[in-house]
């Protein structure tokens, strides 16, 4: 028995008990409505989604090729349209996720307006967005539901039943919208008890996983900016710990943490990490200091110096009261945080690098998975990166590497569109559009991710739109960019009376209400010149 039938079953047995008080109530309509609502919380949703992570984790264990992808999302409405493209297309939300991109949160979502990527948004917005997303998730299966039952209705007055049962199936065998949210914390938001704090917000919310970065938290910095300073390793542990006791506490025992190191490009530290023998985690962090070797009489008013090997050595401190790291450092500090975070809790790895290169990823990920054999990447697909650039000098280095003839290529120009057509140019392309399968093989790339891809479609976007619109385009501009294509391409927008819930909410009328119901989707609802007949008579 289907559960769709059996909450049929189970309702009409109460009817029975509570006796003709209840004769409107429908025990069909009701089953109905439970499973467009299948989620109750957001902790189902954190425990349902968790599931799938550990699942697909298990999977790509197995066979590199079977990796997950997922496009940063700034509004519950903009990854409701992300997985109802999904579904069309694809025909599942299998390996198919949502990422939280706190990026975006500073950028677009903040009470004070546009802000940089440094941690000054308010942090309640993060667990709002995540209830937000799934909020919108939840209304987009309810609209397909409502759909698939407004069809079995129409089925079963015909008589079709053939038809009928095929929708019945459908209904059955209902693929969620709801999928798994990496959600980004940033560096925590404050000390251990803050990131606690806010994670558990998130994952009330319905966040089963949870990326978290160790730079410092009144410093934080865009990844891809300049002057990040990193925190000693112990301190970065404990904010790990924090976000497990999180989960744990809430019973989600299989939550994830992704652990992810600003190292590569952070050449600061905030203060030299405690180190009680030689070797240790903090003697280790300490080790890629720039230092000076000094003798007692080379000391000054204040300084700072570390003693090793029995000799004395005074790092390079800025008059920010930042210590330096040694330059060309970063790589091995990339692979010892990465350790250290995945033998202290964590689940996976983010590595932010300067450019998008399997060989130096690659590099990183072996010698981490020398100690970690199964350790896998959660891998920014970055839109800092100029990935025309960066992958067609790649491609003009391997050509050069080879002995080939490269005359006909300024590399510094490469993005020219001159070279569009060229073989470097289409080779690179095509090692774009490989990267995430061949990564995924080669360096450890369970997860890939575009962390603020729909921030740049919602400008393009609207750049089409405007130029036309306020031109000479005028109203053509509207109909042939978007409406047209919306009606040709199956976009479910193009009904937007319908997405927003018209038809859900005339469903339910007719459940409380019966033929007294004032229904929106009548013959004069202008919706209708988008019904199937009408498109087709024309």
Request: charge should be negative.
């Amino acid at each position: 028995m289907t559960a769709y039938q059996k909450d049929i079953e189970d309702i009409e047995a109460l009817k029975q008990q509570v006796g003709s008080s209840w004769d409107a109530i429908n025990p069909e309509s009701v089953a109905r409505m439970r499973a467009q609502n299948r989620f109750k919380t957001g902790l189902e949703i954190a425990q349902y989604t968790a599931d799938i992570m550990r699942k697909d984790m298990g999977e790509y264990d197995a066979d590199s090729s079977v990796y997950t992808q997922s496009l940063g999302v700034w509004h519950g409405f903009i990854g409701q349209q992300k997985m109802i493209s999904i579904k069309k297309h694809l025909k599942t939300t299998n390996k198919r996720y949502l990422y939280l991109s706190g990026w975006m949160v500073a950028a677009l979502r903040s009470e004070f307006g546009p802000l940089p990527d440094q941690s000054m948004h308010e942090k309640t917005t993060v667990p709002a967005l995540v209830e937000e997303i799934y909020t919108f998730l939840r209304q987009a299966d309810a609209r397909e539901l409502d759909l698939l039952f407004t069809g079995l209705d129409n089925a079963r007055i015909v008589g079709d039943d053939a038809k009928a049962a095929a929708i019945q199936t459908q209904i059955d065998n209902f693929e969620t919208h709801v999928v798994p949210i990496i959600a980004d914390i940033d560096a925590g938001f404050g000390n251990p008890e803050a990131t606690y704090l806010l994670a558990k917000k998130m994952i009330e919310a319905g966040a089963c996983a949870i990326q978290i970065e160790n730079q410092v938290s009144d410093e934080k910095q865009c990844g891809h900016q300049d002057g990040k300073v990193t925190v000693p390793h112990e301190d970065f542990i404990a904010k790990l710990n924090a976000v497990r006791y999180a989960f744990l506490e809430l019973g989600i025992e299989n939550g994830i943490i992704v652990s992810r190191t600003d190292s590569l490009g952070a050449g600061l530290t905030q203060k030299l990490a405690v180190t009680y023998t030689p070797g240790d985690l903090g003697d280790q962090y300490n080790s890629f200091l720039d230092v000076d070797e000094i003798t007692e009489a080379d000391l000054g008013n204040g300084d700072v110096v570390i003693k090793r090997d029995g000799k004395l050595l005074r790092p390079k401190r800025l008059a920010s009261n930042l210590f330096q790291f040694r330059a060309g450092t970063g790589e091995a500090r990339c692979v010892l945080d990465s350790i250290t975070s995945l033998q202290n809790g964590a689940d996976l790895l983010w590595i932010e690098t300067e450019k998008p290169h399997i060989g130096q990823i690659a590099a990183m990920m072996n010698e981490v998975r020398k100690e970690i054999p199964n350790a896998k990447l959660v891998y920014n697909n970055s839109p800092s990166f100029n990935w025309t650039l960066n992958f067609r000098q790649q491609a003009y280095d391997a050509l050069l590497a080879e002995g080939k003839d490269v005359s006909a290529y300024d590399r510094a120009k490469l993005m020219s569109v001159d070279y569009d057509e060229t073989e470097l140019a289409l080779n690179a392309d095509e090692k774009i559009r490989t990267f995430q399968r061949d990564s995924s093989k080669e360096a450890g790339i369970f997860h890939h991710l575009i962390t603020l891809p729909t921030y740049h479609t919602a400008a393009l976007s609207t750049d089409d739109l405007a130029k036309g619109y306020f031109a000479d385009q005028g109203m053509l501009a509207y109909v042939k960019g978007v409406q047209r294509r919306e009606i040709r391409e199956g976009i479910a927008t193009v009904k937007h009376q319908n997405m927003s819930g018209s038809d859900l909410g005339d469903n339910h009328k007719e459940y409380f209400a019966g033929a007294a119901a004032l229904k929106a989707g009548g013959v004069n609802n202008t919706s209708n010149q988008f019904d199937e007949p009408a498109l087709s008579s024309h």
